[in-house]
């Protein structure tokens, strides 16, 4: 539910941007000056965007402390109950300065689910299928963003063209935001974070329930009896501080996993999914099929290509997945840019190709760097440093991705299609990356990452 509180967000807002009753009513459409409209479309929406990745960066920097201090389970609960503020200010925001407040307390919530949630699926998952887990994170993402597009279809379709088509669809997203809340309640704290505060007895518990074995099974306590001897070896290396980032076999790990968040935001991904829409729209089609038909397409293309991802990290592994998901998106991207300049010139079936390059590269994102990236950052900082690890990754993340919102519409306005060969440029570079420096960890326990770093 944490993903998929991210990824409705990501629908939501697509659409919303698009509609005319909220442009109109932020300032952003219905102005005398044509030039003066577009500039504010541009600095709006892209603020609008910018704000909320700026809330999940901050979300994501204190939830490297709070994952700690408090634990996975908790940490859950407040990022969820900061989520479903954030909501309830956007749907009442009648000024721009409450939608952003808004915008950013969501942010905030965002920030904190999306790095906690993968690493509590990490220490309470079998090492054989941890990957798997962990790549339900992005499936729930895309079902959210599937799942927007749809219920915003039928808003766009259904209300009438008043304030109240926009709050109803920004209201919506207190429904998974409620659910998350409720199911917090019932979910186990992390064995792992239990045995480091001393509470062996509830880990074993925990352990026998995840598994569903007694607690005396040999199964259970095989593992406990590693986690025990995991912590017991970190405690004789170090306290867990932030100067140990800096260590060698600790601060190559920190390198790439800043690196590949990094890379995961630089291929264009979230650019494409919040401005869908227009960029569609700049193809060649019409507002109305790129508005619904075309946006749901893409999304259901997101939703669906995670299926493979989700089969083959434990058959192909991480890297693989990585260097031939990063060469598909890619050449996705050439043709893009390509397709759409020759559309100009030579007609509307170079439209039709771009639009399936995008696709493509959709589905190339959606079953490799979508989860992986978040499956290989849970896996791979001991214990001690998890939290503060993964962090930085997240960190990574969000701030990359604020960048890309605010300047992604300035780079079309000003080179237009060329921003495809941008994108495209980014994941060759990140191919290479993969190739020389990302290390398989497919099979791994936790607490073999050390002995692999």
């Given amino acids: 539910m944490g993903g998929m509180l991210f990824g409705y967000e990501v629908g939501v807002i697509n659409q919303v941007l698009e509609m005319d009753t909220f442009a109109t009513h932020f300032g952003y459409r219905g102005l005398a000056d044509p030039d003066f409209e577009s500039e504010m479309k541009t600095s709006r929406t892209g603020d609008i965007t910018m704000t909320f990745l700026l809330g999940c960066l901050g979300g994501a920097l204190i939830v490297s402390y709070l994952a700690d201090k408090i634990g996975r389970k908790f940490s859950i609960l407040t990022g969820s109950v900061l989520f479903n503020v954030g909501a309830i200010l956007q749907v009442i925001a009648n000024t721009f300065g409450v939608l952003v407040v808004g915008r950013v307390v969501a942010g905030l919530g965002v920030g904190i689910l999306s790095m906690v949630v993968p690493l509590f699926i990490a220490e309470t998952a079998p090492s054989h299928l941890r990957g798997r887990m962990v790549t339900v994170q992005q499936l729930m993402i895309t079902i959210g963003i599937l799942i927007a597009s749809i219920v ?32 917090n309640f019932f979910m186990p704290y992390s064995p792992r974070w239990l045995m480091t505060r001393g509470r062996e007895e509830e880990a074993t518990a925990t352990v026998a329930r995840l598994r569903s074995l007694p607690a005396d099974d040999s199964v259970v306590q095989t593992e406990i009896r590693e986690i025990r001897e995991g912590i017991e ?4 290396v170090g306290t867990g ?20 968040q990094l890379g995961q935001q630089w291929t264009g991904i979230n650019f494409i999914m919040y401005y869908a829409t227009s960029l569609i729209e700049r193809m060649g089609f019409s507002k109305e099929q790129a508005t619904i038909p075309f946006t749901i397409a893409n999304n259901a293309i997101n939703f669906i290509g995670t299926f493979p991802g989700m089969y083959l990290v434990e058959r192909m592994g991480r890297k693989k997945l990585l260097m031939g998901g990063a060469l598909v998106m890619g050449v996705s991207q050439f043709i893009a840019c390509l397709a759409i300049g020759l559309s100009e010139n030579h007609g509307s079936a170079w439209s039709w190709v771009a639009i399936f390059s995008l696709y493509g590269f959709v589905l190339g994102f959606a079953s490799t760097w979508g989860p992986i990236v978040w499956v290989y950052q849970s896996e791979i900082f001991p214990l001690r440093l998890r939290g503060k690890g993964t962090g930085i990754g997240t960190m990574s993340n969000w701030g990359w991705n604020a960048v890309i919102a605010k300047v992604g519409p300035i780079m079309v306005k000003n080179i237009d299609f060329y921003t495809y060969l941008v994108f495209g440029g980014a994941c060759i570079g990140m191919f290479l990356f993969t190739l020389l420096f990302v290390k ?4 791994k326990t936790l607490e073999q990452m050390d002995d692999l770093f």
């Fill in 233 to 236: 070896l970190e405690r004789q």
């Fill in 241 to 260: 501080s932030l100067k140990e980032l800096l260590m060698p076999g600790i601060f190559n790990r920190v390198i790439i996993a800043f690196m590949l």
């Fill in 440 to 443: 398989e960890t497919m099979g």
């Fill in 152 to 183: 915003n279809a039928i808003i766009i379709k259904t209300v009438e063209k008043t304030n109240v088509e926009w709050r109803l669809a920004l209201g919506m997203q207190l429904v998974p935001g409620s659910a998350l809340l409720l199911i």
